[in-house]
């Protein structure tokens, strides 16, 4: 429809998953490492999570796109599968014959000889399974099965498995515990902030053989906060911006367009929030509220203010306007109401706990949430105090414990510098100087992280958990991987040298404390604090 009047060579808002179209954010980028790895030599499953509407597939596809050509890929969608219907689908996928009726076995067999044959020629294969969250847990331990046919060094088969959040509370039930293990890389996708929604809709435009301009600052700041930065629904606005920009003769789209397309797709969404007569913009509000404290003009405090309290709600060329200058602020003491009024809402503990786990990927239970040490889940939850050096060590995203005005509030903590923190307070992403962070928080705060074994581990042990353990010793201590699944006397090396780092007792036996402790240290699949940027 709007095509041609754009002058667009093809619809820049599609909400087909096209990997061509795939921006690369921060995010994207980490996901396509981190699940990368994950499948690299020795991995068997890797997983990807993330709402509706993040990006998912889209990642997915550009993996694809991406692999070697000794990798032969096979991708199946929406699954609601029996056992059978999982084997029967693989065959298809990768135009393997087997007979009409063909039993559980003969299907395993069928299979089970593609992959050796694979191997032969030098091909390795890899299966991506979306909307993964619908397979039942008897598929599920059916396709961990499958990955059982490995050489000394490789799985012959391995698999990518995408889904929203439920799929990781799926992988916490007890007869999946196997399955989970097995999970040598996983990334849960955020929403996009607002600089890169921005960026996001440009890219789109730009690729699309548009003008980056043609929606201002103002807009796209606009999209980006009522769509909650998803992908899907960034595309479904902007898509019908330009239908209303095209119906009424407009060329750029005009900010009206923009607030009716919003309304228009967004009053179907839980997460609108209907724009309110009358009310100034954040930053202005801000600046007017810092005016009758600091006593500086409106221009001044433009210039002092907005950098510091940069929600991920802040156009970038805005920040590149107003430089921060952050001491004024910090020698003042003064709280924006903004701020005041997040933390006001955010004093449920509880509630804190599960927004600290969906950070993490995981959607957590109700006895997740009450944060019990030495819970059965796949995942422990821990109440600590100590600093924020103690909290970088970690390198994982905690709930921090902020006091103001006497009432208790929690805001979990994603990304941090040496200069900012990054928060997640209720449902706002709010950036500010640590300078300012410190007269909130004195040091309390709850980590999370995940269980990999139940039992100690001794010398002579074999199997997976045995595996595993060596796995992670050798990556938190630089040393080379074992070629046997046996609690040899190598292994018993690492386990010794890894207690007298960490200052436990010295018996070359994984007892409890040895395995809690490689579980918090290692954090392979944990979240990271820290930018791949600030990592490097």
Same mark, same amino acid.
């Given at each position: 429809m709007y095509k041609q009047y754009f002058g667009f060579t093809e619809l820049p808002?599609?909400?087909?998953?096209?990997?061509?179209?795939?921006? &690369?954010?921060?995010? *994207?980028?980490?996901?396509?490492?981190? $699940?990368?790895a994950g499948l690299g030599e020795g991995g068997g499953f890797a997983m990807l999570t993330g709402e509706v509407g993040t990006g998912k597939t889209?990642?997915?596809?550009?993996?694809?796109?991406?692999?070697?050509?000794?990798? /032969?890929?096979?991708? %199946?969608?929406? #699954?609601?599968? !029996?056992?059978?219907?999982?084997?029967?689908?693989?065959?298809?996928?990768?135009?393997?014959?087997? #007979?009409?009726?063909?039993?559980?076995? &003969?299907?395993?067999?069928? %299979?089970? &000889?593609?992959?050796?044959?694979?191997?032969?020629?030098?091909? /390795?294969?890899?299966?991506? %399974?979306?909307?993964?969250? *619908?397979?039942?847990?008897?598929?599920?331990?059916?396709?961990? $099965?499958?990955t059982n046919l490995e050489t000394e060094s490789q799985k012959l088969l391995k698999v990518l498995l995408i889904g929203q959040p439920e799929l990781q509370q799926k992988l916490q039930m007890p007869q999946l515990r196997q399955l989970a293990q097995r999970i040598t890389g996983r990334y849960h996708l955020l929403p996009l902030n607002d600089q890169e929604a921005a960026q996001y809709i440009r890219y789109r435009l730009d690729f699309a053989g548009g003008e980056s301009n043609m929606l201002t600052n103002k807009s796209l700041k606009y999209i980006a906060t009522q769509t909650l930065g998803i992908p899907r629904l960034i595309n479904l606005v902007c898509d019908a911006a330009f239908k209303q920009a095209y119906s009424v003769g407009e060329k750029p789209v005009s900010?009206?367009?923009?607030?009716?397309?919003?309304?228009?797709?967004?009053?179907?969404?839980?997460?609108?929030?209907?724009?309110?007569?009358?009310?100034?913009?954040?930053?202005?509000?801000?600046?007017?509220?810092?005016?009758?404290?600091?006593?500086?003009?409106?221009?001044?405090?433009?210039?002092?203010? =907005?950098? =510091?309290?940069?929600?991920? *709600? %802040?156009?970038?060329?805005?920040a590149q306007q107003f430089p921060p200058k952050i001491e004024t602020i910090v020698e003042q003491q003064v709280m924006p109401e903004s701020l005041k009024s997040q933390l006001?809402?955010?004093?449920d503990l509880e509630q804190g706990i599960g927004e600290l786990y969906k950070v993490w990927g995981f959607q957590p239970s109700v006895l997740d949430k009450l944060c019990?040490?030495?819970?059965?889940?796949?995942?422990?939850?821990?109440?600590?105090?100590? !600093?924020?050096?103690?909290?970088?060590?970690?390198?994982?995203?905690?709930?921090? =414990?902020?006091?103001?005005?006497?009432?208790?509030?929690?805001? +979990?903590?994603?990304?941090?510098?040496?200069?900012?923190?990054?928060?997640? +307070?209720?449902n706002e992403n709010i950036e500010l100087p640590l300078e300012f962070l410190t007269p909130l928080w004195k040091g309390e705060y709850h980590q999370i992280w995940r269980h990999y074994w139940?039992?100690? $581990?001794?010398?002579?042990? /074999?199997?997976?958990?045995?595996?595993?353990?060596d796995r992670h010793l050798s990556h938190v201590l630089g040393e080379p991987l074992a070629q046997s699944d046996v609690y040899d006397q190598v292994l018993k090396e690492k386990v010794k040298l890894f207690q007298r780092w960490q200052g436990l007792s010295v018996d070359g036996i994984a007892g409890k404390n040895t395995l809690r402790r490689l579980e918090k240290v290692a954090r392979e699949d944990a979240p990271s604090l820290h930018l791949a940027k600030e990592q490097a």
């Open positions: 808002f599609s909400i087909v998953p096209n990997s061509r179209f795939l921006f &690369q954010s921060q995010r *994207h980028k980490e996901a396509m490492v981190r $699940l990368k889209t990642v997915a596809r550009a993996m694809l796109r991406s692999l070697e050509d000794n990798i /032969q890929a096979g991708l %199946i969608l929406n #699954p609601t599968f !029996s056992n059978c219907e999982l084997l029967e689908a693989i065959c298809d996928e990768f135009a393997l014959n087997y #007979p009409q009726d063909a039993s559980l076995k &003969q299907l395993n067999q069928t %299979i089970y &000889q593609f992959l050796l044959d694979s191997h032969a020629n030098g091909i /390795q294969t890899l299966l991506v %399974i979306d909307e993964a969250q *619908h397979l039942s847990a008897e598929v599920l331990e059916q396709l961990r $099965l499958l900010h009206a367009s923009v607030q009716v397309a919003c309304q228009e797709v967004m009053s179907f969404q839980t997460s609108f929030q209907p724009p309110q007569a009358q009310v100034s913009p954040k930053p202005a509000y801000l600046v007017y509220a810092l005016a009758s404290v600091i006593g500086v003009t409106i221009a001044a405090l433009s210039y002092v203010f =907005t950098p =510091t309290l940069i929600s991920e *709600h %802040i156009d970038a060329q805005l006001s809402l955010s004093t019990l040490k030495e819970s059965e889940s796949a995942v422990s939850c821990e109440k600590l105090n100590g !600093s924020l050096q103690d909290i970088r060590l970690g390198n994982a995203p905690v709930l921090l =414990t902020l006091k103001s005005d006497g009432i208790e509030s929690y805001a +979990v903590l994603h990304r941090l510098n040496e200069q900012s923190a990054q928060l997640l +307070v209720g139940n039992i100690s $581990l001794k010398p002579g042990m /074999q199997g997976e958990a045995v595996s595993l353990l």
